[in-house]
DNA sequence: GTTCTTGCAAACCCTTTGCACGTCT
DNA sequence: AGACGTGCAAAGGGTTTGCAAGAAC
């Protein structure tokens, strides 16, 4: 459910399993893309890596950026966030299992965590639903507790 | 922290005293917003509201409510979800204390759920962070363990 | 009276789409 | 050969912004 070791020979089997599975063609493009995400290692949006892949000499459109992005979502192989006004952020499900995010209403300020209980919730919610889990996405709303750290300024 | 009624006269109060803090206008556009949002008591988003506030003949422009939804959101009145691809939605925050949601991976549905254990993250997190709790978003992604019940297409 | 808010429309950003060409099967 | 994917640029949807008029302070 949550390998350690994020192992991009294994990620790559699963994303041609994929793509097999579901009908999707075994292109050079798609691949490629996926080595990228890899290289970059943390948590990107699709211009950054358009941006990323175009600079180092990849040649790719944005279209089949956005296209892969879909499909490496839904092949479970990334996992897509959606932070307040900001656009789509990915990163590889393996990378990082069990983080989560608290966003200070205050300052904006994001926070990443570590809660393993939220695991079992997942599972025992999955459970009873009758799913199975893949993965999930925990975002706190919280002010600091301490003014003197986040003081929020209308104008910003 | 999650107040059982919804009280319309108490949540009005807490804008309020949220403007007045920030140094925010009174305006009655942004009361106009507020009830209108009370009335219609379930998520929504900012296109939705906008119809329904002018087909009842209040005349409000978007603007103004993109403007005065975000004003809601940040005094803690609305929370805002950013689910899968669609456009942010919103509900009161005090109707539906500790309801999250689980998307399926396979066929899109989204599943509503109630799992109080995950206040109890939310509190530890917050306080181990220096934070003061506000409220939360989880979203698990998960597949059908039954496959005739979610049977995924691969056109659709 | 000054500053902030509103309304409108245009601009904006992120993402998707149509079409012609190229690639996979 | 046929179907699907790619690249480009243009369109699309949701949200923000600039400006003039109006309301709050």
């Known amino acids: 459910m949550s390998s350690a070791a994020p192992d991009l020979e294994q990620i790559t089997k699963q994303f041609t399993d994929f793509l097999r599975r579901k009908k999707f063609r075994i292109t050079q493009e798609r691949y490629r893309v996926l080595d990228c995400i890899a290289e970059l290692d943390r948590h990107f949006n699709a211009d950054e890596l358009y941006v990323y892949m175009n600079t180092k000499g990849e040649r790719v459109s944005r279209a089949t950026i956005y296209s ?44 990443e965590f570590r809660e393993t209980a939220t695991d079992a919730i997942r599972d025992k919610v999955c459970d009873e639903l009758g799913f199975k889990p893949i993965s999930h996405s925990l975002q706190i709303f919280a002010v600091c507790t301490d003014p003197t750290t986040c003081s929020f300024n209308r104008g910003s």
């Open 68 to 111: 892969t992005l879909d499909l490496l979502t839904k092949s479970n192989i990334l996992v897509r966030h959606r932070f307040q006004g900001e656009s789509a952020h990915f990163e590889l499900a393996s990378r990082m299992p069990n983080h989560d995010h608290l966003m200070c209403m205050e300052c904006g300020r994001i926070v």
